[in-house]
Structure formats: C-alpha cells, structure tokens
C-alpha cells in the first residue's frame, strides 16, 4: 500500500502525529510537512517541503533574494536564464541554473537561490550573457538589488578578436589576458565555446580568470528530460539536484512546452494573453490592450449597424426568389451572431485575466464554445460570398433560361451542407480544448488547444481549405461574369469592337468587382500577416497577429458597403424598406402619442 499524508503500515491503518506536533510549527515560513515511514530505520522522523525561498531541513534558512532591473538600451526577450557557479580551489566549479519569464512591459525580474555560488550572470535570449555579480565570499539569506547595464555584457571571444579562435586551445588561452588590459574594450567579461572569463585585477593589472563552461551544452537534464519539441530541460544543480524547468524553444509554452502558438489563425488569448495586466485598471493597461478595446467598440457598432441594415433589406420577398437573396440574408444574420461572438470573447478574456476569474465550469463553457462559434461563422460567411459569386456567374452564364424557383431550392440546401461541412471540419477544435493553470508566479488560467503533429497538419490543411477555396473564387468570378456577357454582347453586336463591348460590361457590372475586389484585398491582407509571421511571440510584439485578427473580421462587417452600396438595385430595395419602416413607427408613436 502506497499510504497517504499521516498514515503509515503495511494497510496504512496506523496514524503518525509528528507534524501535528508543536502546533504545525514543525516546518517553518510555509513548509510542508511529510512524516517518514515508521518502518525506515532514520534519524528523521520527518522531512519538509520548503516554499520558493527557503531551505534546510525545517525551511529555517531564507535563500538568497536577487532582484533584477535592465537598462533601457538592452533588449529583453520573453525569459532570462541564470546560471550560479560556485567556485572551489581543488576541484572544478559547480554550475546551477534557474529560468524566469519576463513579465510584459516589465524590466525587471526576480530570484531565489538557496545553494552557495560566487559567480551569477544572466543568459538573454541565445547566448547572450550579462555579468551580475562576482563575491569572493558566500553570504548567506542576503538579498541583491541590481542594475543590469550594457557595459555588463559578455562578447564571445570572436566579437573581440577573430583571428584568436583559429588557435589551438593551449595556445588560444594564453592571449586571453590581452582583452582584459586593453582599457578600450572596456569589459568585464567574455566567452568562448568551452571557457566564461572574467576580467579581474590582480595588482595593478587586469587579466582573464576563466573557468569551464560550455554554452553550447546540450540541456537535457542528463537524459531524463520530459520536455517537449526539443526544449531545454534545465536543473539546480549539476549533483544531487531537487528541480528542474522545462526552458520552451520560440512559439512553444507550457510546464512541458507542450504547447504550440505556431499556424495559422491564432485566437485572441494566444495574442492578447500574456498582455493584459492583472489587478490594474483599464486606464493603466498596456496600449495594446487600449486600442484593442477602442477597435473592438468600432467593430462592434459597425458590426451591428450593418447587420441591421442588411437584414432588413434582404428580408424582402422580392429579393429572396432567387438563392442569391437567400445567400446574403443568411449572411447578414450570420454577421449579427458573429459580432456578439466577438464581442463575448473579447470581454470575457478581458475581465477574466485583470480580476482573476476562477469559476472552472464558466471558463471551461466559454473556452470549448466562443471560438469554435466564431471560427463557424467566420467560414460560413467565407463559403456563403463564394456561394454568391457562384450563383452570379451561373445566372449570367444560362441568362433567361436560369429557373429562379430550383436556385432558391439549391440555396436552401447548399446552406445546410456548407453548416455540417464547416461543423464537421473543425469539431476537432472544441474536443481538444481545455484549461491549464500556467506560469506559478501569476496564477493564471488559460484556454489552450493541444494537437498531436497529425492534427496539427489536418488543422492547418482545413483551415486553408477554408480560406483559399472561397479566396479563388472571389477572385475568378467577378472577370469571368464580364467575359462571359462580352462574349455574348458581341455575338449579337457584331459591328462594335470586342474593346468597346468589355468596357460597358466592365461599367454594368462594376458593383460585382467592387464586392469581389473588395474581400479579395482583405483577404490578402490577412493572408500576408498569417504567413509572414511565422508564429506568435505574443509576450513582446503582438501587433502584427493583432491587426490579423482584427482584419479576419472586417469581411463580415462590410456586408452592406460590399453587398449594397455597390448595386442599384440593391439600394432601391433598401430606400423602399427604409421608408416603409420609417412610416410605420411614425404611425405607432402617433398612436402611442
């Protein structure tokens, strides 16, 4: 038997009262108590495990506190990397390693370390090194406050002198006094691929004090790493040691970096996530969190006005006796849901990052829900413009023998196959949905979507499908409508010029390249910062990814200006409604009245 907290026996039946004793004081600032099995022959009656900070063997002993701030001119990136070297006269030096994410906007980070070191310098990004502090003397509980400045930095040996890293190693070694005296260079350390030197004063001269260290060491936690898609897998302590960190390459994340922010159509908690600031006010949040609520607001309201707008001009008869009708006030509904969606997302990932909303069963709903919803009708709205330009092109091809009655009918069902097709497509989304508490410092709770390597590339390939195909087709149909009526108009018109026949048809049907250009430009647009992009680095540069996903919106808003405003006929039926409303609430508030 396996016996819980407290219990001991070969059936667990006994009950052990040495950490109830001396009033839970038995561990001290926080540890945790486990007794040890009565039938272990120890000393120890029990062993404690001591909070971040503390060590020894009743958490007595408060670690060193190193707090961090970087000058303006150095660039961070997302984490800092430390390595602690403890140095000892007859033997080699220890290394140890700890790992802290950077928080955004934030230039400064902090650090416990319970074990004795000399040396600590700070790694940024791939091999980028920074002294921060050299004592001949271990201190112990002490806390160290400092400013990380570009005269810190620690060049690799070929920055300073290429010709040197050509030598053999014996002979290369010998000339490393040289950057040190030379008062120009002015550092106070440097690297090659297996020594860190330090530039120290020995009389009244400086010369290099170098010990092993191999930056390009595989990390991998000496063959018991369970780290995922290659991440470094980083320990205390080279001997004996009690923890390791899962250090994730670029766009992975997690405990394991199990997760990935890589492809195409990221959602707004991998962009916005890590921006929005627990606990502060909106006034006080990070720019990019201002203007994403300033556009989300202006989405919004032209969101609404259009849908509005669109509904009540395509719910007419006369306009629905064709599937083309039936196509737009289905969009126009469509963008209505789309905007609510947009907005619940937004608001909600919002409020539950500044205030720390805990209730599992609410996040859980909205994480498998709100984006699969918006990725739904964000497609169909995609499929349903392709579906319109088909039905165009159709109409002009067959002229007066296109049956208006079989299209309605065609409508109808081409609508419900496109819903279970886009349904059936991406139902893998919410399946594999669900919350993780991330990152020990903060605390926070993330909506996050795991795929194996298959999925991940049966994801991307369906969510090209569902922009590519009806991108093609948007794109073809507008210039295919105006060759196929030229080339009609001219069997009947022999005496114009083919010229001549084209620009009429151009200017006839402009309203249908002024809609198909129209989503075209967007989706290009979307499409360029999609694939530029690469992958999301969300914590320190967001825009790019932001932008796109506000832009993969703007095609479901514009329904009216692309729809509408461009046809005459579009807008005639539109003034009609209008007019018609107009006058029936001016009759029920006179009756009112």
């Avoid at 886009?422 to 919350?435: C, G």
């Avoid at 409508?481 to 010029?497: A, C, G, M, P, Y």
């Amino acid at each position: 038997c396996v016996c819980p907290f407290n219990k001991w026996g070969s059936q667990c039946l006994f009950q052990s009262r040495v950490c109830n004793l001396n009033q839970n004081l038995t561990c001290l600032n926080g540890g945790k108590c486990i007794p040890s099995d009565e039938y272990i022959v120890s000393n120890r009656k029990f062993k404690c495990i001591c909070q971040k900070g503390f060590s020894g063997l009743r958490c007595e002993i408060i670690g060193n506190e190193i707090n961090l701030s970087f000058q303006e001119n150095i660039k961070l990136s997302q984490s800092i990397l430390v390595h602690f070297i403890e140095v000892f006269d007859d033997h080699i030096p220890i290394n140890g390693s700890t790992f802290q994410m950077i928080p955004v906007n934030q230039r400064t980070a902090a650090f416990y370390w319970a074990h004795p070191f000399h040396i600590i310098f700070a790694e940024l990004d791939d091999q980028n090194y920074y002294l921060i502090l050299v004592q001949n003397i271990y201190h112990r509980s002490r806390r160290i406050n400092q400013e990380i400045q570009s005269k810190d930095h620690c060049p690799h040996i070929n920055e300073i002198n290429q010709t040197l890293i050509e030598y053999h190693l014996l002979r290369r070694i010998k000339y490393y006094h040289e950057p040190c005296k030379n008062s120009s260079l002015n550092i106070s350390c440097f690297y090659d691929d297996n020594y860190f030197c330090l530039c120290n004063y020995f009389g009244q001269q400086r010369i290099a004090n170098c010990f092993e260290f191999q930056p390009k060491k595989k990390f991998d936690c000496f063959g018991q790493s369970n780290c995922q898609n290659e991440a470094k897998c980083l320990q205390d302590r080279s001997l004996c040691p009690q923890a390791s960190i899962c250090v994730c390459p670029r766009c992975f994340y997690g405990t394991l970096c199990q997760f990935s922010a890589q492809g195409f159509g990221l959602s707004l908690d991998d962009i916005l996530g890590y921006q929005i600031q627990p606990h502060i006010t909106i006034t006080y949040q990070p720019f990019a969190i201002q203007f994403s609520i300033i556009l989300t607001m202006i989405i919004t309201i032209i969101g609404l006005v259009n849908s509005i707008l669109s509904f009540i001009t395509f719910n007419n008869k006369e306009i629905c006796q064709i599937g083309c009708g039936i196509y737009l006030l289905t969009v126009s509904i469509i963008t209505l849901f789309t905007v609510i969606l947009f907005v619940l997302k937004f608001w909600i990932l919002l409020i539950a990052q500044m205030i720390y909303v805990t209730n599992d069963s609410f996040l859980k709903i909205q994480c498998i829900s709100i984006d699969f919803l918006l990725r739904i009708c964000i497609n169909m709205d995609r499929w349903l413009s392709a579906c319109i330009a088909i039905e165009r092109v159709i109409a002009v091809i067959r002229g007066t023998s296109f049956d208006k009655n079989k299209s309605k009918k065609m409508a109808k069902l081409i609508i419900l196959i496109v819903f279970i097709f886009n349904i059936s497509t991406n139902i893998h989304d919410p399946i594999h949905r669900r919350l993780i508490e991330d990152n020990e410092n903060e605390k926070r709770i993330w909506c996050i979507i795991t795929y194996s390597s298959t999925l991940r590339t049966y994801n991307t390939i369906m969510n090209l499908c569902h922009f590519f195909i009806p991108f093609i087709i948007n794109l073809i149909s507008g210039p295919l409508i105006i060759l196929v009526t030229t080339r009609q108009r001219k069997i009947i018109r022999n005496q114009e010029s083919y010229r001549e026949i084209l620009k009429k048809q151009i200017q006839e049907h402009r309203h249908l390249l002024i809609s198909s250009t129209s989503l075209i430009i967007l989706a290009i647009l979307h499409l360029i910062i999609a694939f530029v992009s690469d992958c999301m680095s969300s914590r320190n540069d967001p825009w790019l990814f932001l932008i796109g996903y506000f832009i993969s919106f703007i095609p479901s808003i514009l329904t009216f200006p692309v729809f509408i405003m461009p046809s005459t006929s579009y807008k005639q039926h539109f003034s009609k409604t209008y007019e018609r409303y107009k006058r029936t609430i001016r009759r029920r508030l006179q009756l009112v009245s």
